[in-house]
């Protein structure tokens, strides 16, 4: 991946009409008080660009159209002003590529002027082989108005000495410094989120609690934002804190239209947070080796119920299985049986994290006309 990617016709259409949109926006606030004056050319590079007319039309020397002194200088202005935010993405050995590019898609949709940086521009091969120059180093990187700092294997970077020293400068001097995912282990080992409150991916929510306990970890929220620091969560949640921090710098009309552009569904507050779904609740209940090949047939629900199916073969009765279930559920996840597995079916209660509670049902079955075969569903739904 190149910045000239940025130069494919799709890309251009998409950040024109971002900025044309932007411009009509400030039109209609700054033009519907001002005299329509003298016409000048579109801006063409050309000489033309100097001369004024008394009407409006066409420029008789490159034939582009001609337009109020006003609109001109609003167009400039607005040209300047998000040309100004420039957003540098730190990338590494073993970056994710979607919590760098994600985010580098929606500021680039937004006009900023978007560079990945690197310890040293020696290419760089991303968690998925993908083979990536950096634009900049840090010796010669400009001066970014927001930092992002990617997830992916980030022991390398949330180790080194110089990353971190450039970070926490940057940190100091930039606008917002944004992490995705598990780049917030990146901006915990530089100290920068001691007392704050911060998220990061799904799976690495106990980790960041118990490694670094100045932090307040949340883990209903697809972006934290403190401010100049905002951390997000795993993935794709980059794009959401991406757009949040378009909206803190232009405005939310124009994060709004960078959204629509994208084809993204923007919300103040997104309602997919994958460490908040109540699957989280059930323990891995997987029979293992002594039971035989066990499959998940569907996994579905929200953050207040869910649902879990699994199928599997084994030599043992329902009786043994059910036994080995009611067994995990009681000493690995502290549930109460409240009725007990009469007929493959029981009954449970248990607390939830913030300590609600929660009911579940679990059911043993044989599958019909399949010898050795059996459904196991476990519902949990809060109380």
């Given at each position: 991946?190149?910045?000239?990617?940025?130069?494919?016709?799709?890309?251009?259409?998409?950040?024109?009409?971002?900025f044309?949109?932007?411009?009509?926006?400030v039109?209609?606030?700054?033009?519907?008080?001002?005299?329509?004056?003298?016409?000048?050319?579109?801006?063409?590079?050309?000489?033309?660009?100097?001369?004024?007319?008394?009407?409006?039309?066409?420029?008789?020397?490159?034939?582009?159209?001609?337009?109020?002194?006003?609109?001109?200088?609003?167009?400039?202005?607005?040209?300047?002003?998000?040309?100004?935010?420039?957003?540098a993405?730190?990338?590494?050995?073993?970056?994710?590529?979607?919590?760098?590019?994600?985010?580098?898609?929606?500021?680039?949709?937004a006009?900023?002027?978007?560079?990945?940086?690197?310890?040293?521009?020696?290419?760089?091969?991303?968690?998925?082989?993908?083979t990536?120059?950096?634009k900049?180093?840090?010796d010669d990187?400009?001066?970014?108005?927001?930092?992002?700092?990617?997830?992916?294997g980030?022991?390398?970077a949330?180790d080194?000495?110089?990353?971190?020293?450039?970070i926490?400068?940057?940190t100091?001097?930039?606008e917002?410094?944004?992490s995705?995912?598990?780049?917030?282990?990146?901006?915990?080992?530089?100290?920068?989120?001691d007392?704050?409150?911060?998220?990061?991916?799904?799976?690495?929510?106990?980790r960041?609690r118990?490694?670094f306990?100045?932090?307040?970890?949340?883990d209903?929220?697809r972006?934290?934002d403190?401010?100049?620091?905002?951390?997000?969560?795993?993935?794709?949640?980059?794009?959401?804190?991406?757009?949040?921090?378009?909206?803190?710098?232009?405005g939310?009309?124009?994060?709004?239209?960078?959204?629509?552009?994208?084809?993204y569904?923007?919300?103040?507050?997104?309602?997919?947070?994958?460490?908040?779904?109540?699957?989280?609740?059930?323990?891995?209940?997987?029979?293992?080796?002594?039971?035989?090949?066990?499959?998940?047939?569907?996994t579905?629900?929200?953050?207040?119920?869910?649902?879990?199916?699994l199928r599997?073969?084994?030599?043992?009765?329902?009786?043994?299985?059910?036994?080995?279930?009611?067994?995990?559920?009681s000493?690995?996840?502290?549930?109460?049986?409240?009725k007990?597995?009469?007929?493959?079916?029981?009954?449970?209660?248990?607390?939830?994290?913030?300590?609600e509670m929660?009911?579940?049902?679990?059911?043993?079955?044989?599958?019909?006309?399949?010898?050795?075969?059996?459904?196991?569903?476990?519902?949990?739904?809060?109380?």
């Open positions: 991946m190149h910045n000239s990617l940025d130069t494919f016709p799709g890309a251009i259409l998409r950040r024109s009409f971002v044309l949109l932007f411009v009509a926006t039109l209609v606030a700054t033009c519907a008080n001002a005299g329509v004056g003298r016409y000048v050319c579109s801006p063409c590079g050309l000489p033309c660009d100097a001369k004024f007319f008394d009407n409006p039309g066409t420029c008789p020397d490159c034939g582009m159209p001609l337009i109020s002194e006003a609109e001109a200088k609003v167009r400039a202005e607005a040209k300047a002003l998000v040309e100004s935010k420039k957003i993405i730190l990338i590494f050995n073993g970056v994710e590529v979607i919590d760098f590019t994600g985010p580098y898609e929606v500021f680039g949709a006009n900023f002027d978007v560079y990945t940086v690197a310890r040293t521009k020696d290419p760089i091969t991303t968690a998925m082989g993908l990536v120059v950096p900049y180093s840090f990187a400009p001066k970014a108005t927001v930092l992002v700092v990617p997830g992916g980030v022991k390398a949330q080194d000495a110089a990353t971190l020293k450039w926490i400068e940057e100091a001097r930039c917002h410094t944004m995705v995912c598990n780049g917030a282990f990146i901006l915990a080992h530089a100290g920068l989120l007392g704050l409150s911060a998220t990061t991916t799904n799976g690495n929510i106990p960041l118990d490694q306990p100045k932090i307040r970890v949340v209903d929220q972006f934290v403190n401010g100049k620091i905002i951390t997000t969560a795993g993935l794709s949640a980059g794009i959401d804190g991406a757009l949040h921090v378009v909206e803190l710098l232009m939310r009309g124009y994060a709004q239209q960078v959204a629509l552009i994208e084809e569904d923007f919300s103040e507050r997104a309602g997919f947070v994958r460490a908040a779904m109540a699957d989280k609740l059930i323990p891995d209940m997987n029979p293992g080796a002594d039971f035989g090949k066990w499959d998940v047939v569907s579905e629900g929200g953050t207040d119920h869910w649902q879990r199916i599997g073969t084994s030599n043992k009765t329902a009786g043994e299985l059910a036994e080995y279930i009611e067994s995990t559920l000493s690995a996840a502290h549930w109460t049986m409240v007990g597995g009469t007929g493959g079916r029981s009954e449970w209660k248990f607390k939830g994290k913030k300590g929660w009911n579940g049902i679990v059911t043993v079955e044989e599958t019909s006309g399949r010898n050795n075969q059996f459904t196991v569903v476990v519902k949990i739904a809060k109380a």
